[in-house]
């Protein structure tokens, strides 16, 4: 049924999978869409494994976990496209606010997973990653290393912290502008700069690992790189 924050379209229909450690992987049968207030379509491809890691887990302990609360369905489609990184990470935490508010979840509780989402989630900007200095008028001579990737920042949620801004919504009843600046503020890990620059002498041969080792001293990851345990 359609509503003021958009509808569903499908069933979540998923199979458990069997993994080495804790088993909360889940597959995905059926393609399962959202469609958001403004008619975009956001769908999560049968065949994709998620797993409600895209929702801080001390949230859970606040709203309930991703396959037992009343925002399951949202978070399908949000774990997804926090995988995929296709959309802008702010514009993806905010289909997911419509998309809980869509499932039912009241105004206070969806405030809240939108917090925490914003705050402990993980969000994703594009950055250009170079071996010279920008401020020269020419690149050297040398082999030159220039292109953009795409970087993720999942700093981990500060629980007491959680609970004042928890206290916070209750209280005051905040605007979507007014709660995504308070958690921008809430987050411990600043952004990346837009520029990554990496040392001079890094070629073509050198560059996955000293990438990798630069990514990892500012505890950024990409896709290649493996995704840190902050759940």
Not at 25 to 36: A, I, K, P
Not at 166 to 190: D, H
Request: charged share 25%.
């Amino acid at each position: 049924m359609a509503s003021a924050f958009g509808r569903f379209i499908g069933d979540v229909i998923t199979k458990w999978l069997v993994e080495t450690g804790d088993d909360r992987l889940m597959e995905v049968v059926n393609d399962f869409s959202y469609e958001d207030p403004n008619s975009k379509l956001w769908t999560t491809p049968a065949g994709w494994n998620v797993d409600g890691a895209s929702i801080p887990r001390p949230l859970w302990t606040i709203v309930g976990s991703p396959f037992t609360g009343d925002y399951r369905r949202a978070s399908v489609v949000h774990d997804h496209y926090c995988d995929v990184r296709t959309e802008p990470s702010d514009d993806v935490h905010l289909m997911f606010y419509s998309a809980c508010r869509a499932d039912g979840v009241g105004a206070l509780k969806a405030n809240t997973l939108y917090y925490g989402v914003l705050a402990g989630g993980p969000s994703w900007k594009t950055v250009r990653v170079v071996n010279f200095d920008l401020r020269a008028s020419r690149a050297p001579e040398r082999d030159v290393i220039d292109f953009n990737d795409t970087v993720v920042w999942q700093p981990p949620l500060d629980e007491m912290k959680l609970k004042e801004d928890v206290r916070w919504i209750e209280a005051n009843n905040p605007t979507l502008e007014e709660i995504k600046g308070r958690a921008r503020a809430a987050r411990s890990q600043p952004p990346p700069p837009s520029v990554l620059q990496l040392p001079p002498q890094t070629d073509p041969e050198t560059l996955p690992n000293v990438y990798d080792r630069e990514l990892r001293s500012r505890a950024l990851f990409n896709a290649t790189t493996a995704r840190p345990d902050l759940r």
